[in-house]
C-alpha cells in the first residue's frame, strides 16, 4: 500500500468519524433542551449536581491533549526515520525501528598485510529488471566497536542489473593493511534495488607474518683434477 492510499484511506475515515461525532452531538443537544423545557428543574440545580459530569469532562479533555501529544511524537519519529532513509547510512533498522538481519552471511581469513576474496550469487523474485548497487559501511572492530577501519574492499560489479530468472556473481576482494590489528571486522553491504536488503561480511585478520627469501648458497663447480702422467 503507497502512502498516498495510507493518508487518503485516513482522511476519510476521519471525516466519518467527524461527520458521526457531530449527528450525535446535536441529537443528544435536542434531547436535553427537550428534557429541560419538559421538567420543572431549573438550570442552576441541573449545573449544580452534575459533579461527576464536569469532572468526567475533565479527565476525558486531559486524555485527549496527551493522545494529541503522543501522536506528535510518533509523527516527529516517522518523519526523523523517513530522512534517515533517504540518506541511505546503512542503518540496518526498518521503518518500524526494528533491527533487521542480514539476508546472508560471508566470512573470510586472512592475513595483515595480504588480500582476501570470496563471491556470492545474487538472485530476484521480482517480474522485472531491477538495477542494483552495492554500498558498503565501514569496518568495525569486534572486541572494540569504537574502534572502525578502512579495508580497501573492490567488487566486481558493483553496480548492475539484475534481469528476470538470472542470476549476478559478485567477486569482494580485500585488501589488510600490514598495521591491522588481529581479531574480526564486521561491515555491513547494502543492496540497492532491494528494499532493507544488506549482507553481512566478516573478516577474521590473522598476525602479520613477514616472508623473508631463502638465501641460496652459492654453486660450488667441481674441481677438474689433472691426471698424472
Do not use: W
Amino acid at each position: 500500500m503507497s502512502e498516498q492510499t495510507s493518508i487518503t484511506q485516513d482522511l476519510e475515515s476521519l471525516f466519518k468519524k467527524t461527520t458521526e461525532a457531530n449527528k450525535i452531538f446535536f441529537s443528544e443537544s435536542t434531547k436535553f433542551i427537550k428534557n429541560i423545557s419538559a421538567s420543572n428543574v431549573r438550570g442552576e440545580d441541573i449545573f449544580a449536581n452534575q459533579t461527576k459530569l464536569f469532572k468526567d469532562a475533565l479527565n476525558l479533555f486531559v486524555k485527549l491533549n496527551i493522545q494529541h501529544t503522543s501522536n506528535l511524537i510518533d509523527l516527529g519519529v516517522a518523519i526523523t526515520k523517513k530522512m534517515n532513509s533517504q540518506t541511505g547510512n546503512g542503518d540496518t533498522t526498518d521503518e518500524t525501528g526494528d533491527e533487521t538481519k542480514p539476508a546472508f552471511v560471508l566470512n573470510v581469513s586472512a592475513a595483515a598485510g595480504t588480500s582476501a576474496a570470496t563471491q556470492f550469487l545474487l538472485d530476484s523474485n521480482k517480474n522485472e529488471p531491477i538495477q542494483c548497487n552495492l554500498k558498503q559501511t565501514g569496518y568495525t572492530f569486534q572486541d572494540d566497536p569504537s574502534i572502525a577501519v578502512t579495508f580497501e574492499t573492490i567488487f566486481s560489479p558493483q553496480s548492475f542489473q539484475l534481469n528476470v530468472g538470472e542470476a549476478q556473481k559478485v567477486e569482494i576482494k580485500i585488501t589488510i593493511p600490514a598495521d591491522a590489528k588481529e581479531g574480526i571486522y564486521l561491515s555491513n553491504v547494502q543492496v540497492e534495488g532491494f528494499e532493507h536488503t544488506y549482507f553481512s561480511l566478516f573478516i577474521n585478520v590473522t598476525p602479520y607474518r613477514e616472508t623473508k627469501a631463502k638465501s641460496q648458497k652459492p654453486d660450488v663447480s667441481s674441481k677438474t683434477r689433472k691426471k698424472k702422467k
